[in-house]
């Protein structure tokens, strides 16, 4: 089997992570059973792939902190969109907005960034990377 006594700081498995995240939206957003259940099947998906991957950086002897800053950041962006893209389909328009504006909210409360692996000392303001080639 593939258990690291005491590995990792964090220790969820991916039904546990899958079932803390939709009860938060449950909350937040007064999913139905229906929604509740989709939503559950989707981060549980989202959870197995990211094991997966910090299995595999582990196993390249990598810590998740060498890991190209940048590369992280593309990385949890594309993620984020395709969560966004999955809500979508799964809550109401009105869920969505709130979704969407507690999102908003968080991101603003990480402030400087720290609470981003990496560390990242006074990352960006806001949480959003600045977009690449686009006008400041």
Same mark, same amino acid.
């Given at each position: 089997?593939q258990?690291?006594?005491?590995?990792?700081q964090m220790?969820?498995?991916?039904e546990d !992570?899958a079932? &803390? +995240? #939709? %009860?938060?939206l449950?909350q937040?957003?007064e999913?139905?059973?229906t929604?509740y259940?989709s939503?559950?099947?989707?981060?549980?998906a989202?959870?197995?792939?990211q *094991?997966k *991957?910090?299995?595999?950086m &582990?196993?390249g002897?990598?810590?998740?902190?060498? !890991?190209d800053r940048?590369?992280? !950041? %593309? &990385?949890f962006?594309? +993620?984020?969109?395709a969560?966004e893209?999955k809500?979508?389909?799964i809550l109401?328009?009105? +869920?969505?907005?709130k979704? *969407?504006?507690q +999102? #908003?909210q968080q &991101? #603003?409360n990480f402030? /400087?960034?720290?609470?981003?692996p /990496?560390?990242?000392?006074? /990352?960006?303001q806001?949480? !959003?990377?600045?977009?690449q /080639?686009?006008a400041?």
């Amino acid at each position: 089997g593939q258990g690291f006594p005491g590995g990792g700081q964090m220790n969820f498995n991916p039904e546990d !992570m899958a079932k &803390r +995240q #939709a %009860e938060r939206l449950q909350q937040q957003l007064e999913l139905n059973k229906t929604q509740y259940d989709s939503l559950y099947v989707f981060f549980l998906a989202q959870s197995k792939e990211q *094991q997966k *991957q910090r299995e595999q950086m &582990r196993q390249g002897g990598q810590q998740p902190q060498q !890991m190209d800053r940048e590369a992280m !950041m %593309e &990385r949890f962006q594309k +993620q984020r969109e395709a969560q966004e893209a999955k809500l979508k389909t799964i809550l109401t328009e009105a +869920q969505f907005k709130k979704y *969407q504006e507690q +999102q #908003a909210q968080q &991101r #603003a409360n990480f402030g /400087g960034g720290q609470g981003f692996p /990496g560390g990242g000392q006074g /990352g960006f303001q806001g949480g !959003m990377p600045p977009r690449q /080639g686009g006008a400041r």
